[in-house]
């Protein structure tokens, strides 16, 4: 099947960068030839000069090149005059953004004062979503476009007054009511929702804007990027992306989960600038965005790589490839994971690969163990927990004594062909693992699919890349990137990262379980929802965190959601078991999913009334 949408791109197997309009931002461009541009976004109160202009001065130091900063209101907006020329008395030229939600007079205000200002569809003119079915007549539909355009226009005009560019910033988590009613949280209603004020801009001929469509959930913010192009394209529209996985999280999490999503749209060689969101100081994300970015232009004018065709896959609607089940690998068994040693904790991998280390009669048989294909011959053994790894499929063919259960056998993309389709399609016992040595092995290892989709062949498959990293944040970043991509599209019934630098074992596979859940393809942990902070928040959202994630981490398969604000809170949590959302100052609201259960709890009570909450609805066990 060959999907008819598949053009987000020029080409599948080949890296370039999307060509896109041009955008000046201040003293900057974005969009066009220009690099990937690197922000971060200020945590601070923004009636607080000197506190918000000395954390956009770590942000800057740092190399942020745009400092987006929250006004939530007209008070708050008129500041960014005095919080920009104490950036300016310091030294440094870098834009502003103000970033704005619920307020049209805050932006009004702001367009005069920074270089850019970020608005969120989802409640710039509407009411906050309340997850209710509203049903909008055609007649209704048209006039609600018509009140954004009343309120849009004026801003449009300031914009084009003082040279200020705008970005229309769709939030999964803020859709309006209007749209989930035709459309629900999907990224078609992203998509929807950016087009409604986008064609809006265009009709009054302003172009000078930047889009972006972020979730939490990456699966659908790949989708909706992807999906943002075609519908711009349709419409003769180019406009420059803006990539951010919202509410990421901290440290291993918050690294992984943003690569993962931004890193799939990179590797296609699309988004304008980006955003790493974490849970932790903003001049954090800085160095993390830029090594993001800087992996992507490493694969310029690679070697080329043969094209596949038919497109077998869509890459708008999750669909896994369909393998067959040999032992635990494929069919409808969870993704496995793959190691070159054994856990040391209680996530454990399926398989530990030995290589050629004598493996004895004597094993723990809480593991499944890969020996090559050499000692697999010269040992003897308890065969229902060791399996042999062959070089070759014609290796494997000539081997007198295989596995009768499982044979893994090494193959790459450029060794997939009819004749090796022929001797490999109908094998039971087979499982391939495909590596990539290509510079563009995101790419090399997409073609490998394409062909064996397209030739029905149903042997499980697991992804491996090889790796020489010495820091533990290079590993994380590219091979989140690498797999990231092939996962979200369905492809891979199993992960195995080897790295030949000095990270430890275990914190390889902790990366392995951490890219399958970012993908979305297997939860092994609690997964955390948890925002950045801005001017907006009013508690210690980095405490908090640690301290509920401290309490919770051993509650296997939960999502808890973690907001500073409820700007994105009730949506964003929409496929959250739980949420912790600041209400006011030191207050704290409570949710099960999208119900709200307890509303402005004090702050030094909310994270016992959290794990109250837990207990109370039958999600709790006891740490061991």
């Excluded at 939600?101 to 932006?107: D, L, Q, R, S």
Aim: with cysteine; net charge neutral; proline share 4%.
């Amino acid at each position: 099947m060959e999907t008819k949408r598949n053009n987000f791109i020029q080409n599948l197997f080949s890296y370039q960068r999307r060509f896109t309009k041009k955008v000046a931002v201040g003293n900057i461009k974005i969009g066009g030839n220009n690099p990937v541009c690197i922000q971060s976004m200020t945590s601070t109160n923004t009636l607080k000069t000197d506190e918000t202009v000395a954390q956009s001065l770590r942000i800057i130091r740092a190399g942020g090149e745009l400092v987006r900063i929250t006004a939530q209101g007209v008070r708050e907006a008129e500041n960014l005059e005095f919080i920009k020329k104490g950036i300016r008395d310091a030294g440094f030229s870098t834009p502003l953004a103000a970033d704005i939600h619920f307020n049209p007079k805050a932006a009004l205000t702001a367009a005069k004062l920074v270089e850019k200002v970020r608005i969120n569809p989802g409640n710039f003119v509407d009411k906050r979503a309340n997850f209710s079915k509203v049903d909008f007549t055609e007649a209704e539909y048209k006039a609600e476009i018509k009140k954004i355009e009343d309120k849009l226009v004026p801003l449009l005009k300031i914009c084009k007054q003082h040279k200020t560019a705008l970005r229309i910033g769709v939030n999964h988590g803020s859709l309006s009511g209007r749209i989930m009613s035709r459309y629900g949280d999907t990224p078609e209603g992203m998509v929807e929702s950016a087009m409604e004020f986008l064609r809006i801009c265009v009709h009054h001929d302003f172009q000078n804007i930047i889009l972006s469509l972020k979730s939490s959930n990456t699966r659908v913010m790949v989708q909706a990027n992807r999906l943002m192009i075609v519908r711009m394209e349709k419409e003769n529209m180019n406009f420059p992306l803006h990539l951010g996985v919202t509410e990421a999280g901290e440290g291993e999490d918050g690294r992984i989960k943003s690569a993962v999503g931004i890193g799939a749209l990179l590797a296609d060689g699309i988004g304008d600038t980006i955003r790493v969101s974490l849970t932790e100081p903003p001049e954090n994300e800085i160095p993390v965005a830029k090594k993001l970015a800087g992996y992507f232009t490493e694969r310029e004018n690679h070697p080329p790589i043969e094209p596949v065709f038919p497109i077998p896959i869509d890459f708008f609607d999750y669909q896994k490839y369909d393998t067959q089940s040999v032992v635990d690998i494929g069919g409808n068994n969870p993704t496995v994971v793959i190691s070159g040693a054994e856990s040391k904790n209680d996530i454990k991998p399926e398989y530990i690969y030995l290589g050629h280390k004598l493996v004895g009669k004597t094993l723990n048989t809480q593991h499944n163990y890969i020996i090559d294909e050499h000692a697999w011959e010269r040992q003897e053994f308890d065969t229902s927990h060791v399996f042999p790894l062959y070089s070759s499929v014609n290796n494997y063919l000539l081997s007198e004594r295989k596995s009768e259960m499982l044979n893994f056998i090494n193959v790459s993309n450029k060794d997939i062909n009819p004749g090796y389709l022929n001797k490999i399609s109908n094998r039971k016992d087979v499982v391939m693992i495909l590596e990539a040595s290509h510079p563009n092995g995101f790419a090399d290892q997409r073609a490998a699919f394409f062909k064996l989709m397209n030739a029905g062949c149903r042997v499980p498959v697991i992804i491996k890349r090889t790796y020489t990293e010495n820091t533990l944040e290079d590993l994380q970043l590219k091979s989140a990137s690498d797999f990231g991509g092939l996962f979200l599209d369905g492809m891979g019934d199993g992960i195995w990262i080897e790295n030949k630098g000095e990270i430890p074992h275990q914190d390889i596979i902790n990366t392995a379980f951490g890219i399958l859940q970012a993908s979305r393809v297997r939860f092994s942990k609690t997964e955390y929802i948890s925002c950045p902070g801005c001017g907006r928040t009013l508690f210690d959202l980095q405490k908090t965190t640690q301290e509920i994630r401290k309490r919770t981490s051993h509650l296997k398969n939960l999502k808890i959601g973690i907001m500073g604000c409820i700007v994105n809170g009730p949506g964003e949590m929409a496929d959250a078991d739980y949420g912790y959302v600041g209400a006011g100052p030191g207050k704290i609201t409570l949710y099960k999913s999208k119900k709200v259960i307890k509303k402005n709890i004090p702050e030094e009570h909310a994270v016992d009334e959290l794990i109250r909450l837990i207990k109370d609805c039958g999600d709790w066990v006891e740490s061991l």
